[in-house]
């Protein structure tokens, strides 16, 4: 199961009503930021995801608008009690920005990994997580991201029974490990019947649409993506800045084949978003107009549905207080 919710949905600036573009993943009781601007951790603390379980943040490019609130959440997530390492992925030259940044951040009590990916580049995140990514086309080096949660092939009761197999050996070989009973090594193969589809989801922001976008998001469950623009006549401002229009978005999900658009990144001119779903909505039918605490939920067997922004919502912040005066005395 994949829990996700947006924190913001602003292009450029933070307004009084709109905090900047992020979103949050939970999986496996793990949590994944996905972009950093200015504010971002009043929004994560409004939604109450908690901060003591980030263990990634994913940073699309490093304008400020999708970095500037690293320092800020870096010190908050220590506050919170953190000891285990946090990674930070991102384009080529995070390592510097990060540096950086780290320049108004004390020692913090966990470990601080950055890595930069590149077109293709695939790792383990948080979570069981397989996270791989591509290069965008933007104005600096913009990466896309797909997020891919597998699934175990089905365990064959009848066949483990049939080759009386102790039941605590059931799981181990459902994780693909092999085991000895008896002397004889049981093969996974023996008990486990087909592949079976995991869930997935994309993240496409602050770029123009490009077939390698398209291939990297195919298929996922749930795709997040920009629209700057809702309104047509704006494609010049889309390309000349290096942004997608509604429409473009809503192409790029049905030439994708994915199962549901959620919109963001809006600009600051757009001040009804909704205005525009038409836009979308002529292009590809699954389409939400994002908005902050917009949240859903992947099911291996109930697929997408959006549920309540503070279903299963923990906090850690009686923690982070506890903290606090011991981290900045």
């Not at 980030?54 to 999708?66: E, G, T, V, W, Y």
């Not at 797909?146 to 102790?166: E, M, S, T, W």
């Not at 059931?170 to 693909?176: A, C, F, H, I, T």
């Amino acid at each position: 199961m994949i829990d996700v919710m947006l924190l913001g949905t602003g292009a450029m600036v933070p307004l009084p009503d709109r905090w900047l573009s992020s979103a949050m993943i939970r999986s496996g009781g793990s949590l994944t930021l996905l972009d950093c601007g200015e504010g971002t951790q009043i929004a994560m603390r409004e939604r109450h995801w908690g901060f003591r379980k980030l263990d990634a943040i994913c940073l699309s490019h490093l304008h400020a608008d999708h970095v500037a609130g690293v320092p800020g959440l870096l010190h908050t997530v220590a506050n919170a009690g953190k000891t285990t390492p946090l990674t930070i992925y991102g384009p080529a030259g995070t390592i510097e920005v990060v540096t950086g940044l780290r320049t108004i951040v004390r020692a913090l009590p966990y470990d601080l990994v950055v890595r930069e990916l590149g077109s293709g580049d695939e790792v383990d995140g948080p979570g069981k997580l397989r996270i791989r990514v591509a290069e965008g086309e933007h104005r600096v080096d913009v990466i896309a991201y797909r997020f891919d949660l597998p699934r175990a092939p089905r365990f064959d009761r009848d066949r483990a029974r049939a080759l009386d197999l102790p039941v605590n050996a059931w799981s181990v070989l459902q994780r693909g490990e092999r085991v000895e009973i008896d002397g004889q090594m049981i093969e996974p193969s023996m008990v486990l019947g087909e592949e079976r589809a995991g869930l997935s989801l994309g993240f496409v922001t602050d770029t123009r649409p490009t077939e390698e976008l398209r291939r990297l998001v195919l298929g996922v469950d749930l795709l997040i993506a920009e629209g700057t623009y809702g309104d047509d006549a704006d494609i010049d401002k889309a390309i000349t800045h290096g942004h997608m229009t509604f429409r473009e978005s809503a192409n790029l999900a049905a030439r994708a084949d994915v199962g549901h658009l959620w919109l963001t990144h809006f600009s600051a001119s757009m001040e009804r978003p909704e205005d525009w779903r038409e836009n979308a909505t002529s292009e590809f039918s699954n389409v939400t107009i994002g908005r902050a605490g917009l949240c859903g939920r992947l099911n291996f067997d109930e697929g997408y549905r959006e549920i309540p922004a503070d279903e299963n919502a923990i906090g850690d912040i009686d923690q982070q207080v506890q903290n606090s005066d011991a981290l900045h005395s």
